[in-house]
């Protein structure tokens, strides 16, 4: 298992401006993922963190509006930048877990809202 | 494509039981996943599926049909407390990404 701690849990933010969210788990995980939760909607994968390289990010989103780190196999950063209103959401880093199986890990998510 | 199927919302009663379907067709395939996931609260992994059939765990079991691209989750003995959206969950092949459903909201009542 893993034990992830993020931060901050939530936030209030003026638009047009940046909030680097921090995910910081107790051990070293090959996987670090970074997902948002629109209201009343499920899990959309931003982008898959990877140590030492740039990110993976998914159709539909792009490093110059969420920027993300993986210094190492412990840690990550996805900034979300410029923010408007439609960047209010849950931001939640998961890791991966390879073993028997590959169940993800949450860590508690950030609640940004912008105004 | 990558598409993962499960009705929006289901009602039961206390202390009966629930089964929530979720059907895939997904690319890659590593297995199947549910999530429960309270209001204002990371989801919880629940049960993981990668071989065809069903896996007991308490009040809660999960099968799988790889032929037919189906799942379902099973609650017995549904309490309040099992109020909550369920999440259908697939692992995809190549980099260990999760592909989630829209989820199940599923109320509770006495």
């Known amino acids: 298992s893993a034990v992830i701690s993020q931060k901050p849990s939530r936030d209030i933010c003026q638009r047009g401006t940046s909030l680097t969210i921090q995910c910081q788990v107790d051990s070293q995980v090959t996987m670090m993922f970074w997902y948002r939760q629109q209201p009343g909607q499920s899990l959309t994968l931003i982008a898959t963190?990877?140590?030492?390289?740039?990110?993976?990010?998914e159709s539909g989103f792009v490093i110059d509006k969420f920027p993300i780190s993986r210094p190492n196999l412990t840690f990550s950063t996805l900034t979300v930048s410029n923010m408007s209103p439609e960047d209010s959401s849950i931001y939640l880093c998961?890791?991966?877990?390879?073993?028997?199986?590959?169940?993800?890990?949450f860590g508690q998510g950030t609640r940004l809202t912008v105004v | 494509g990558q598409n993962i199927d499960q009705p929006t919302e289901m009602t039961a009663t206390e202390g009966a039981i629930v089964q929530i379907n979720c059907t895939y067709q997904t690319s890659g395939f590593n297995g199947l996943f549910w999530y429960q996931q309270h209001a204002g609260e990371a989801p919880t992994f629940l049960s993981y599926n990668v071989l065809d059939g069903l896996e007991e765990k308490g009040r809660f079991s999960s099968f799988l049909s790889r032929s037919k691209g189906y799942s379902y989750l099973l609650l017995k003995e549904l309490q309040m407390k099992d109020s909550a959206s369920y999440l259908c969950?697939?692992?995809?092949?190549?980099?260990?990404?999760?592909?989630f459903g829209a989820g199940t909201r599923l109320f509770v009542k006495a």
């Open positions: 998961s890791v991966g877990v390879q073993g028997g199986n590959t169940e993800a890990f």
């Open positions: 963190a990877n140590q030492g390289s740039e990110a993976t990010y």
């Open positions: 969950a697939v692992g995809d092949t190549g980099g260990f990404k999760t592909i």
